[in-house]
Nanobody
Framework: QVQLVESGGGLVQAGGSLRLSCAASGRTFSSYKMGWFRQAPGKEREFVAAISWSSWNGDSIEFADSVKGRFTISRDNAKNTVYLQMNSLKPEDTAVYYC?????????????????WGQGTRVTVSS
């Protein structure tokens, strides 16, 4: 069983930055696929970013088009933590952000391919 705990959400003005953290339990964290998803009020959950590792492809990072160039994702395997650095935030980035994990490295943008989920952290970007 893997437990995920997100932190770092809050209220920020447009153009500002936030860094979300997701701390994971589990002894094989470095091999997990880790993703960030978000859900805005009245909308479906959507993919934001993911980082994964596979023996045949090494590290792989993917971003949604809406956040490319503004968000970065990274992981610290020693701390069992994945980060989402969000810069140049826009009001449309307002959502609850969820961290997700799975032991399979593929299909990183598909929420159905993640077994473990955190409780979410709220990000509000004011205009």
């Amino acid at each position: 069983q893997v437990q995920l705990v997100e932190s770092g959400g809050g209220l920020v003005q447009a153009g500002g930055s936030l860094r979300l953290s997701c701390a994971a339990s589990g002894r094989t964290f470095s091999s997990y696929k880790m993703g960030w998803f978000r859900q805005a009020p009245g909308k479906e959950r959507e993919f934001v970013a993911a980082i994964s590792w596979s023996s045949w492809n090494g590290d792989s990072i993917e971003f949604a088009d809406s956040v490319k160039g503004r968000f970065t994702i990274s992981r610290d395997n020693a701390k069992n933590t994945v980060y989402l650095q969000m810069n140049s935030l826009k009001p449309e980035d307002t959502a609850v952000y969820y961290c997700a994990a799975d032991t399979t490295p593929w299909d990183t943008s598909n929420s159905a391919r993640y077994k473990y989920w955190g409780q979410g952290t709220r990000v509000t970007v004011s205009s």
